[in-house]
C-alpha cells in the first residue's frame, strides 16, 4: 500500500530540514504500527470487504464455506491467515527512497511492514481477478487521512521532544 504525502512546514529558526527529515523518518514506523494496530484487522471482518471492495467471491464459494468454516469472513478461510497476519509484523524504516541511478531523493523516507502469511494470499485460483495480497493491505476512503494526521501529529511531538531535550542539557 504505497502512499504519497506532501508535507509543508514553517522554516523555523530551531527546525533545520535535517532535523525535521529524521523525524519524519522515525515517525514512520509508528504509522505502520498504528495501520497494523487499528485498521488492519477490519479487512478479515464482513464489514471490511465491502468497506474496502474485494472482489466478489463466487456464491458456490461462500455457500460451501458458511457449511464447512460456519462463516463466511473475506480473507480467511480458517484461522490461519489470520492469526498469522495479526501475530506477527516487521516493520522496517526508516530507510531513506532511492531513485534512478541509485541517488537519494531529498526528503523522501519509507517505512515497510512485513507480514508473515500463508502462500495462497499471493496465488490467483484459476485465473481469477481477485489479488488477495492486495486486498489484505487497501486503504479505504479516509484511512489516508488518518494516517496523515497521525504522522503529523507524532512528527511534531517528535520534534518538540528533541528540542526541549536538547535546551534542558546541563553540560
Known sequence: MPMQWMIAYD????????????AVGVELEGVVQFWWRYFFPRHFTARGAQIYRYE?????????????????????WSDLT???????????????????????MMG???????????????QNPRGKGMNKADEMTRLAPGEAGALSRVLQER?????????????????
Open 56 to 76: 466478489p467471491r463466487s456464491q458456490k464459494y461462500m455457500q460451501r464455506k458458511l457449511r464447512v468454516k460456519h462463516h463466511q469472513d473475506p480473507l480467511r
Open 11 to 22: 522554516r523555523k529558526p530551531e527546525y533545520l530540514p535535517d532535523d525535521f527529515d529524521a
Open 108 to 122: 523522501a523516507r519509507e517505512a515497510r511492514g512485513l507480514m508473515n502469511v500463508p502462500r495462497y494470499i499471493f
Open 82 to 104: 489470520r492469526a498469522m497476519a495479526m501475530g506477527s509484523i516487521t516493520i522496517q524504516g526508516p530507510g531513506a527512497k532511492y531513485g534512478r541511478g541509485g541517488r537519494r
Open 155 to 171: 512528527t511534531v511531538y517528535r520534534l518538540q521532544l528533541d528540542k526541549f531535550a536538547e535546551t534542558m542539557m546541563i553540560g
